[in-house]
C-alpha cells in the first residue's frame, strides 16, 4: 500500500515538472465476475473510485494515471432448484496507467495496464450440507488490462465505461486442474461504468 502511494506521488512529480497536468476524481460501479469459478454473468456488483493525475500529450490525448479502490469477485445466490450460495468478495488498491484519446468532441476511449494489490478477501460457499471448506488462496498481486470507452460532458467532466480483465490468474483453480495450454486459473473481468471530475 505505501510503496503504490509512493509510486503514485512520484509519477505525480514527475508529470507535474515535465508540463501542466490536470488532478481529479473518478466515482462509480462495478460488475464482476471471476472466469474460472464455473459461475457465469457480472453478478458481483460493488464500487470504485479514487484519484487520477493527467499529463495531456497534445490537444487530443492524454496519460492518465490513476490510484483506485476496486471492489471484484463473484456471486451466487440459492435458487428454489439449487440451494448453493456462493460470494467471493475481493477488494483492491489499483494504479492504472492508461492512454487517452479523443476522438470527437463528446466521444473517446482508453487503453492501459494496472498493477493491484489484493488488501481484502473474503469467500463464502454453501451447499446443502453447509459451508464448503476454504479454496486456495489468492494472489496478493494483480496485472490487468484495461479498454474503456470515454463521453465527455463538458473539458472537465466524463462518464467512462471500463472493461477490465487479469493478464495473470489471480489463483489456481481449486482442484488444481488446467483446462487448456492459456487457461492456468481464475481471471477477474469487470465491468465499472464511472463520472470523472478534472479539475
Known amino acids: 500500500m505505501k510503496k503504490l502511494l509512493i509510486i503514485f506521488l512520484l509519477c505525480f512529480s514527475t508529470g507535474a515538472m515535465a508540463q501542466s497536468f490536470k488532478g481529479g ?19 458481483k456488483a460493488g464500487l470504485t473510485g479514487g484519484f487520477l493525475v ?16 476496486v ?8 435458487t428454489k432448484n ?10 483492491y488498491i489499483e494504479m492504472p496507467v ?14 492501459g495496464l494496472s498493477f493491484g494489490v489484493l488488501i481484502k478477501n473474503t469467500e463464502v460457499e454453501y451447499d446443502i450440507n453447509g459451508l464448503i471448506p ?16 470515454r463521453y465527455y460532458l463538458d473539458d472537465h467532466k466524463t462518464i467512462n465505461l471500463r472493461f477490465s480483465s487479469s493478464l495473470l490468474p489471480i ?3 481449486p482442484d488444481g486442474y ?10 477477474n473481468l469487470v465491468l465499472g461504468i464511472t463520472y470523472e471530475q478534472q479539475f
Do not use: C, W
Not at 178 to 187: E, F, K, L, P, V
Open 171 to 173: 489463483r489456481p483453480f
Open 98 to 111: 492508461l492512454y487517452q484519446r479523443k476522438l470527437k468532441e463528446h466521444f473517446g476511449f482508453e487503453t
Open 134 to 149: 476454504g479454496r486456495p488462496p489468492f494472489e496478493k498481486y494483480e496485472l490487468a488490462g484495461h479498454l474503456g470507452f
Open 25 to 43: 476524481f473518478r466515482v462509480g460501479l462495478t460488475g464482476t465476475q471471476v472466469h474460472g469459478d464455473r459461475l457465469s454473468g457480472f453478478d
Open 178 to 187: 488446467t483446462y487448456n495450454y492459456m487457461d492456468h486459473g481464475q481471471y
Open 71 to 78: 471492489q471484484k469477485g463473484s456471486r451466487k445466490n440459492p
Open 54 to 69: 493527467a499529463i495531456p500529450l497534445n490537444q487530443f490525448s492524454d496519460l492518465s494515471l490513476e490510484l483506485l479502490l
Open 82 to 91: 439449487d440451494l448453493t450460495k456462493f460470494v467471493m468478495r475481493l477488494n
